[in-house]
């Protein structure tokens, strides 16, 4: 789940236990895909410096595809304007990001949305030694009914999120994408951050009013469609795309797995889903999530809306050239509640071990399981020297090279 720095990890926790006490009360749930159900009621409708291009500020990029957004301009007055890179005159396609290599920018994309309406982009790092691309979707929570929106704990449900969100936030200096730490296995690939701000996992396609009272915009897939073209502009050498998130992004980067493949017919598509393990909710939660969403499944994907294991199976059958890893806790404190198994972590366990045994009978997927109650373990690290970390990312320095090394408890 995610905001910031050290700020961010401390609004995150403490949104992460209110949420978990209006889940406890009322009986509500986080997280999760399903197909376009009818409408809800009232629908509207390499290894280089990194810290150097750090220090040198976040650069914010035109886009000739529409304005860009007040909080990239905001952003420019504040002074991160750094590095902003001139139009290159050889460049034959206007959709393709103008950005400095080896330096962070944020690029508005006029068409996306926030939850409140408000326009958001993506932060870029490009590597143009590297023919890999790193493409994070970052967690934070999810709402989908009145009590859900109106606490309001969804990460940026009701400022957004724009450039000089980007240019404050310390996701720059987790370890994953640092390209001087020699155990993180995507310091030398171009990267790429999707924010999070629709409270829908990255996968809503509707605009929401909840008893008349509350209206989000839940624009999450609609951001990946609008996103892909300028990453095939941006990166046309590109022959492989590692998908990445924790939590809801982890839920949103399997989600979206299949617009990448569709936009990246000839480039290999591998997934890491950091604790966002496709079990089933108890109860009856998947429709309310795809109505107050908007959710889809591939229609090749029969049961999929109401069966998330089945999806799973469906993706590690249908791609067969790609890769899928799960990192996960076993007894996930966070999301046993938010699947409504409440305080019930061994039914969570079970439920687990279900999507695990899926896994087992794939050729091309594989996991991390452990026993405890940890939530993600890629976000908001920021040293690798020894301990659980650091095993994780030499476990998944070995999947990236082909390694199937499945592990559980």
């Not at 949420?19 to 009322?26: E, G, P, Q």
């Not at 409270?199 to 892909?228: E, I, Q």
């Amino acid at each position: 789940m995610c905001v910031g720095s050290d700020s961010r990890r401390s609004l995150i926790v403490w949104g992460q236990n209110v949420h978990r006490i209006v889940v406890m009360v009322l009986g509500l749930f986080l997280v999760a895909c399903g197909a376009v159900l009818p409408p809800a009621p009232q629908q509207r409708d390499a290894s280089i410096d990194a810290d150097a291009a750090l220090d040198a500020g976040t650069t914010v990029v035109g886009d000739s595809g529409g304005p860009s957004d007040a909080g990239a301009a905001s952003a420019i007055d504040a002074g991160f304007d750094a590095g902003f890179a001139p139009a290159d005159a050889g460049a034959t396609n206007p959709l393709r990001l103008q950005v400095r290599d080896l330096e962070w920018a944020f690029a508005p994309i006029p068409e996306s949305r926030c939850a409140n309406a408000s326009v958001t982009g993506i932060g870029v790092n490009v590597n143009p030694a590297s023919d890999e691309l790193l493409v994070y979707f970052v967690g934070g929570g999810a709402c989908w009914n009145l009590a859900t929106c109106g606490v309001g704990t969804s990460a940026n449900l009701r400022r957004g999120y724009g450039a000089a969100d980007f240019a404050a936030d310390g996701i720059r200096r987790w370890s994953m994408f640092s390209r001087q730490e020699p155990r993180n296995p995507f310091r030398a690939m171009s990267h790429v951050v999707v924010p999070y701000c629709t409270a829908d996992v990255h996968a809503g396609t509707r605009v929401t009013t909840y008893d008349g009272v509350v209206t989000v915009t839940h624009h999450g897939a609609r951001n990946v469609d609008a996103m892909l073209p300028r990453l095939v502009a941006t990166f046309p050498q590109v022959r492989r795309i590692v998908l990445v998130g924790s939590s809801a992004g982890g839920f949103g980067a399997q989600l979206n797995f299949p617009k990448f493949v569709a936009s990246f017919p000839n480039v290999t598509v591998d997934v890491i889903a950091d604790s966002a393990q496709l079990v089933n909710p108890s109860g009856t939660l998947v429709t309310e999530w795809g109505a107050a969403w908007g959710l889809t499944v591939p229609a090749s994907c029969i049961g999929c809306a109401t069966d998330f294991p089945r999806y799973l199976e469906h993706l590690l059958a249908t791609s067969p050239s790609s890769r899928f890893a799960l990192l996960a806790s076993m007894r996930d404190s966070t999301l046993t509640p938010f699947f409504n198994y409440g305080l019930n972590v061994q039914a969570f366990n079970d439920a687990t071990a279900s999507v695990l045994d899926r896994y087992d009978r794939s050729s091309n997927g594989t996991y991390f399981a452990r026993p405890g109650l940890r939530h993600t373990y890629l976000e908001f690290v920021t040293q690798l020297s020894s301990g659980e970390d650091a095993t994780t990312f030499d476990w998944v320095s070995g999947f990236l090279v082909g390694v199937t090394d499945r592990r559980r408890p």
